[in-house]
Each structure stands twice: as C-alpha cells, then as structure tokens.
C-alpha cells in the first residue's frame, strides 16, 4: 500500500503541490513563531545574564513602615561598610530612575512605561562608544539606540524631564548598554552622578548598591552577610540571579504581545487550509472511483483502500511539515526585523530550534491533512466494486441530511446571536465567548449548507455571466455541475471573506465609536496632558499657555484617583466658571453652580452604580488622603470622557494630589493656536502631550491599527489559500472536461474563448464563496456589534464601504488569476481531442 | 490497383478539396507516415464515404481536410479557402461558420438543454439563429418534443440526431461525419443515416463521412476507399454488397 501511495502522489505532483503549499503556509506561520518565540526568549535570558554578569548582590532602600520619612541609608558610607564585608569584591553603587527625553524634531520620543530609564554615569554599566561621560549638571549621554531613533547627535542641546519641568541638557557622550528594556525598544539618559542623586535619590544617596563578589564566594553567602550588617527594615538585598530571572521576565511580557499576531494568521491559514486538503482528496477519490473499485473488486479490504489515502495525505503531510518548517526558519528571521524599529532592536541571538517547533510544525502538518483526509477516505471505502463496470460515477448525494443538518445549524446559531443582541447588555466574557460560538456555528452552517445554495445563488450570478454570451452560459453552468465541488472550492473564499468582512465591520464601528468618544464633550481646541496623575504640570506653564497668542481660554484641570462606592474612578478638579467653555457638560439634574469644597458632581453612570442623586451625600476619598470623607452630590452629568467620572473643586483635588498643588490637564480654547507655540509655552517638556482635537481621535483609534493588520494579513492568507484551492479545482475540472473542450473548439470556439469560460468559472466560484462569506460576516458583526453597543454609548453599525469593496473585488481578482494556468491549459487542447479514442 | 481518375487539381464546384495531401506522425524509428500523397475533392451536393482498413489514415483524411489537423505538406481548401495559411483563429473561424461535425461519441455539451446544443455554433459565432431554419432542421431530425432535455436524458440515437442537427444548423458548406454511427444500434444508425441522406437530397448539403460499415457506405453517392495512406479505389452508387466485396480484396 506504500507503494501504492507514494506512486499517486508521485504521479500528480501539481496537485500534490497544491495541497502541500497550502498546508506548509500554517506549518511556516506556527514554527516560525515558535522558533522566534523560543530565539528571542534565549536572546532575553542571555542579554540579561549578561549585563546582571558581574552582579552578585543589589542592595536597594526598603520602605519602612514605622519611618516612612526617614531618608533611606544608602549613603557613600554604607557604600565604604558594604566594601569591608569579607568576599565582596568590588562596590558600585548607582542612582537610577527614569527620564523621557524630545528627539531632535522636538517630539517626545519613546515614551513608554518602564522603559525610559536614566542613570547616573558609571563607567562600567555604560561604556562610551563616543564623546565622554556627563561631568556636570546639564551634560547627559544616550544610548545608541535612542540616539538613532531620536535623531541625537554629540553638541546637541536635548529636552528631557524627569517628573516636572522640562530642563535642557547638552548630548557629550553616546555609550551602549546592556539593558534589554532599553535595547527593546526604550530609552536610556545618562546623568552625571551628582544630578542623578539629586534627581531620583536625594544629594550624596543613592537608589541602589551593586556588589560584586570575590572568587569562591557564593551569591547566597555573600547576600546573608550583608543582611547582617545592614540596618534592620532599612535596606533589602536581592541577588543577581534573581534580578537576571526577574527582568528577563518583565521583557519576556513586553514581547510576548509579538506573537500573538503571527499564532492567529497560522491557526486561520492551517483552518482554511485544512478544507482544500479535504476538496483535494473528495475530488481525488471521485477521480479513482473507477481505480478504488477494481482495487476492491480484485480483493482490497475497505480498511486497506482507507489506509492508503491516509498514506497518501501523511505523506503529503510529512512533505508539507518538513517544507513548512524552513519556510518557518526563513520567517523567524524576518520576525525581528520586522518587529523592531529604527536604532533598537530585540536582543540579537542564533536562531534556537527547540523540539517543540519541530514538534509542533510535524503535528500541525500532518494532523491537519491526514484529518481533512479522513472524511473523503471513509467515502471512498463505500465505493462497491461494481463501480468498477459502470461507466459514470455518481456519487451518492444525501441533500435532505445535508439540508436538515445545515438549516438545524443555521437556526442555532441565528438564534443565539440574535438572542444575545436583543438582551445581553454588556461586552462581558461570558457573552462575547457566546456570540464567537453563534458566529462559529453560523459559519459551520454556511459551510454545511453551501452545496445546496450554489443553484440559487450561481443562477444569481449567472444574470451578469450571461453578458459574455454563451461562454459565459457554459461558465455557469460548469460551476453548476458539481455543486459540491464548486462549494468546497469556495469555501475557503467564504471563511476568509467572513472573518475579514466581519472584522472590519466590527472594527470601522468600534473605531468611529471611539473618534465620536474621544471628541464628544470636549469643546476645547487643544489638550496638554501629563498621561499621568504622578506628574503634574507646573502654574507657571498654565500662565504661559493662557498668554499665548490666540488662546482665547486655558482651563486647568488636576486629575486624581477617588475611591467611591468601593471602586477606584478617576476625578478631576475643575475651575466651575472657565470649565464651561472647555468641556461640554450635560446635566441631568443639578449644576456645577454649586460645585466647591466638599461638593462634587457624579457622571450618570458612577451614580447609577453608587445609587447616589443629586443632593445627597457619599463617602470619598481623594488622592494621597487617608480616610474617606463625606461629599455632598451638586449634580449629575451625563458620562463624558473628558469630564471623567467625577468633578471636584479644583483646591481641593490638589490638596490630595500625589503632586500636591499641580494641574495635570490644560484645556485650551481658540482658533487658529498652533501647537507648536503650544509646546513652546510648555517648555518643550517631552513629559506633555499637545493634541489637538484630530490627535485625540487619532490616539483613540490607535488601538485600531493592530486590528487593522490583523486584517490584512487575514485576507491575503484566505486570497493565498483560496487561489490555490481554485487552481486544483480548475485543474481537475479541465483534465475531465478534456473531450468536452476538445468539440468546443471543434465547434468554432477559439482560445482565448476558452480561456474566457474558465475564467469566468472561477470567478463565479469566487463570486458564490465572497457573497456567502458576507453574509455570514455581516450577520456576524451585526450581531456582535450589538454586543460592543451595550458598552460603548456611541457605537452604531457602520459599513466599511471601501473595505468591502476592496474585499469583493481581491476576491473576484482572485479567481480570475488562479484561473490563468488551468485556462492556458484548457485553451491549448486540440480539438482533436474530442475524437480522441477513449 | 492505383486509381487516378480523382481530380488532382481543385476543381470547380468542389465543396472541399485536398492536394498531395501529406501527414506524417513522430519521426525516426517511430515515424508513421498516415496520409501519403493524398488528392481527393468532394464535390457539392454529394454524400461521399470514406472506407479502409483500421489504421489507412481515413480519419487523419477527415481531421486533416475539416481542419482540426494540420497537414504535414500539401494543400487543403474548404471552397476555395486554402487552409495552409490560416493561424487557429482563422481555423477556429472556418470551422465554426462552414463546417459542421458529427463526432462518434456524440460530443454534445452535457449542461446545455438539446436546443441550446444544437445553436451552439451560432451562438459560439455571436449570432442570432434563423428560427426558420431552425425549426427546419430540429423537425427534419424529428427533435421538436424533446428541445428541453439534456443529453443524459436522450438515447443515444436522439442524441446523435441533435449532434446533426447541430452539424446542418450554421448552413456549412461541408459537413464532416466521424464514424457518426459507431457508438448506435443499427436502427439508430439507420435512422442518422437516412437523415444525413436527407440532407443531402433536400437541402443539396454536402456530406463527408468516414466509416468501415459497408452498410453505412451505402447510404452515400460515392465511396473512396484507402490503403496505407493512400487512396486505391472508388465507386460510385455504392451498395453495400459491392462495397464488402472491395473491402475483402484489401484483407486478402
């Protein structure tokens, strides 16, 4: 039976390249992800095995729960202690904290939680690659990475801020590190050592002690004798190894993000794959019924003719797993590049080839074609070997299952999303898992009901084939002959359609939910923002920014934390008389008139939840305060993101702020301000964010942009995998068809005739799988828009008109291109064919 | 037994005509030479069989002189169209408007209805169908009842009538048959017959058909017969006893 097996997939090379292409495309995706997945994660451990090398022990300040004032102890004299310890081998002790910096165009650049770190110069952490080290106050180094990406060259004068104003520094030194939160994709500023005490310690402290140890003497050892000597709930010691473990977790999480993308295009390819292999091997065993019954007839059992189409797809399998892993090894070495930005990049490492990449791409591969093998292999065990003796094959069709089963599956999963829409209120876990089932189950059901909807559907197209005179009627008619068949081949047309028209439905809605959002409410022209309630911005800026030209208005807000009915919100203490002009409020009952110490106004929501109204009171705590305090509710306004979920006198937000007495937002009001005299007012504090109203929007629907990648990598694996699809298929079709097209151009149809109907075919079989799939996926993001409704106020159904478009027609073109070298084949035939013998 | 009173050059009022009409196949120790030399013409009106052994190249003859083939040398004119220098569109041309097939194995269009296979070369040729002729010709082949079937619900006679009546409908000048009983019973191969006969006597259509059933034969004007590629012989007003009698001469 191997023998066997081997032979017919030797025999039909093309279309065991087909199958083996579309397979190998999954296997590439889900190996190259692992194998950089496992790459990058060598790469994380070594580059922080690296730089925590010389590391045996890290003493660093504890928070004392007794003394919270108390100044901590890492003083140059605990420095001189630490170094008298017996087995410590050298002493280095840093002050490090972070700082965010303004590329040379006057943009904040990279400005991202944890990675924009700074430090006080220490020759062995930061070794100069030009320049020198900063020796005074206003001089810094960078890194390379961040000088390339900010555009920083030696001499320039650089904005930076730690956690205020802005100060201005001259760029001496450019060094390189180690630090892989830095080299991932953040920032390094390198302060002389003074500044750096004085900024992130306090003058002659530092933030953390680095100790190394003398040969022969363990990490453990050495972190036990320290903690002897240090002062008790003062200062606490962690060693290497355990810093190493830690950072190389805390970058293994900033990335992990990376290969989520790349999982999702392998699970949907190997998915959509997984039914051409099926089509391949239903149309394969139609082909041999002739060949399978006389196999049968001179003695095969069912279970050996079973066995070899197994064979046959595991070999195909095997081939498609083995090519797919080096596509995979190509891709996992593109990944970096394409993952990485300018001047940084992920740690550079050998590709690491674990046994779960291979493991997995041999499963994927071969799992997936043997078991899309399995339903046209059962098939082809029930072929009787009279089969043998009759000249046309007809398989046996059991439409009425087929149409009971799929319309079952159909009414399940329409009523389950529709009963989602029309009750569930929220985008909970629990409904949004319900509403991916329905969605599951209605495709299934497309997918199930396809083969009876090609008539109807196909007679619909037909009106536009039937313009191409009777090559056109031919075409149709072709597409019909087989009805699954012509199904199975569009199938892979209607998944993809589905998911990204659904997709892109879903997406375009939520995103002009969320422009409508981010720009509803507010009337100002302009917002300076900190992003942060742990920095604020200082009066003096909003006096600059209230002085500059054109400004008509400047509201400055102080945004806090408040805890209220148990839950954290966001509250913003606001001037009651300018506010108006900044932010459109819309009271339901009450008004900020009354707004002051010890009077707050509530968004609906947090007193739907809370159970408050106008003119009682609450329990509130702000900020840094320590114990709740009873507030009187003035009003209740409609949610508004630009109000937040309370408003609070501005005084008195600031007395609790973590930054007491700063403003953390500035409204600006006035036509025709530019920003960039609005940076200029701010200082160019690369700590601020300048928007405008299109900004915001744009800021909002940032989060849209992974979606919209998502997108388009899940149309051209569908339009891929579907073309190859409708290339097999053709193929099929027109080596059956061989006498057919041979009297067609015995009867007087030429060429490019010929080529004209088969292309048409396929486009008509594109055309069914494209208008199934939108149905389905329309039907999808309705039901699941409905869903994202109940979260977001300004959600509506929205059409991406161009998107579809551009869908409908990659689709159509699709066809049209996989149609090209079946149809050259078909148009090369002699007409000789049709008086062929045989 | 070399005969050469056929014309060797094209003569006036000769619906198709071959000259020294040479097709050779493969080459070396495989080369065959099937059509050796060949002038023939067939002339308007008339219903010629073309008779041999198996394997005397009367078929390469037909595909050759209908243009599905293209000779190796020599000349082939359809009326007075020499085919020699006509590219596949031009061929694709002249067989869609002057040359009607009826193929053994039918060759009709599975998904189209009976009707539809027999317009095809007009509608294949762009153009609107005469219902007159049309009616003509379905009720000569005595279709009418059945226009809307499709060919897996016709017999095999029935079909080979719509494969006929699809040969006569674009009024060629010359319509080839390809052993067009070779698949049918003999009372439905009489029956295409006689409608081929018909044709003939009734619309003056010209007919070629190559056959080795001397019964067939006899429904013609004229028979040829070939021998390794070469024609040997020829009768006129053939009946099928005489025709039997010059085949047996080729077997002894």
Redesign the interface.
Known sequence: MLTTALRNVLAHKARSLMTVLAVCLGVALVSGTLVFADSSAAAHRAAASRSFADLAVSVTPAYSRSAPDQPDVLTDDLVQRIGNVPGVAAVLPSAEGSAVLNAADGKPLRVQQGRNQAAGYVPQRHPLVEGRAPAAEGEIAVDRGTAAAGGLRLGDTVTLATDGPAMTARLVGIVTTQDTRVTSGGTLTVLDRATAQRLFAAPGHYTSIDVSAAPGVGEHELAQRITDMLPADRAEVTTGQAMADQQAIYVGTLTRGYQKLPMVFAGVSLFIGSFLVLNTFAMLVTRRTREIALLRAVGATRRQVVRSLLLEALLIGLAASAAGFVLGLGVASVLPDLLSDAGNELPDGPLVIGARSVAAALFVGVGVTVLAAWLPSRRAARIAPIEALRSAAHPAARPRLRAAAGIGLLALGVGLLVSLAGSAEDASEENLRSAMLGCGILVLALIVLAPLLVRPVIRLTGRLTRRF??TG??AQ??A??DPRRTAATATTLLLSTALVGGLATIGTSTGQALDRQAADGLAADHVISTGSTMTGIDPAVVQRVAATPGVRGASAIADSVAVIGGKVREISGVDPAGISQAVKLDFVSGSLQDLGPGRIAVSSSVAAETGTSTGRSVNLRIGSSESFAPYTVVGVYRDNPAARDVLGARDEVQRHSYKPGSVQRILVSGDGVSENALRTAVGNNPLLKVQDRAALVREAAGTMSELLTLMYGLLAIGVVIAALGIVNTLAMSVTERT??I????????????VRRMIRLEAVTVAAFGTLLGLAGGLFGAWAVGALTGGAMKQYTLVLPWGTLALLCLSSLATGAIAAAVPARRAAAL???E??AEG | MIVNSLAPQPMPGAAASTVDLTKVYGSGETRVTALDGVSIAFREGEFTAIMGPSGCGK?TLM?CAAG??TPTSGSVRIGTTELGGLD??QL??L???RIG?V???F?L????TAL?NIT??L????RRPDPQWVERVVSMVGLSERLGHRPAELSGGQQQRVAVA?ALVARPAIVFG?EPTGNLDSRAGAEVLGFLRGCVEELGQTVVMVTHDPVAAGYADRVVFLADGRLVDEMAHPSPDRVLDVMKSFAG
């Open positions: 005179g009777v009627v031919l008619q072709n019909l002959r006498r057919e041979g009297a067609l151009r015995a009867l007087g149809m030429d060429r490019a005739g002699s007409p000789l049709a008086v | 078929s595909h599905l083939d596949d569109r694709t041309q067989r869609r408007d097939f193929f053994q194995a060759n269009l599975p998904t189209l539809e095809l070369p509608s294949l040729a762009g699809r390809d």
